[in-house]
């Protein structure tokens, strides 16, 4: 599956961003989906989750009550709505297709990764 981030730029704090991530082919749909980020220096960190059908999401506790992740199966899309932003949140953003089913935090338990996309948060 390849997939292909999109959507970051630069906000300002408070303000809000969507991320979409296009998958290459409809067996995307076999795959739950995370949101992860990697700040300048720092390691790659779990943003969110969402199941195969759509009916469970998890978020890192940082980002819990601003950010929103969803999918479309038919389009073979995932989005992540970023409220509130603050600038904290400025990192390149990577979407990933779990291919293990032991847990969905772990980069590990990630095979498949879109190519990034930056979002800066100005103060």
């Known amino acids: 599956v390849q997939l292909q981030a999109s959507g970051g730029g630069t906000g300002a704090a408070w303000e809000s961003l969507r991320l979409s991530c296009q998958a290459s082919?409809?067996?995307?749909?076999?795959?739950?989906v995370g949101w992860f980020r990697q700040a300048p220096g720092r390691e790659r960190e779990f943003v969110a989750a969402?199941?195969?059908?759509?009916?469970?999401?998890e978020y890192a506790d940082s980002v819990k009550g601003r950010f929103t992740i969803s999918r479309d199966n038919a389009k073979n899309t995932v989005n992540l709505q970023m409220n509130s932003l603050k600038p904290a949140d400025t990192a390149v953003y990577y979407c990933?297709?779990?291919?293990?089913?032991?847990?969905?935090?772990?980069?590990?338990?990630?095979?498949?990764w879109g190519q990034g996309t930056l979002v800066t948060v100005s103060s």
């Open positions: 082919e409809s067996t995307f749909s076999n795959y739950a």
């Open positions: 990933a297709a779990r291919t293990s089913v032991t847990g969905t935090t772990p980069t590990t338990n990630y095979g498949y």
């Open positions: 969402i199941s195969r059908a759509g009916t469970r999401t």
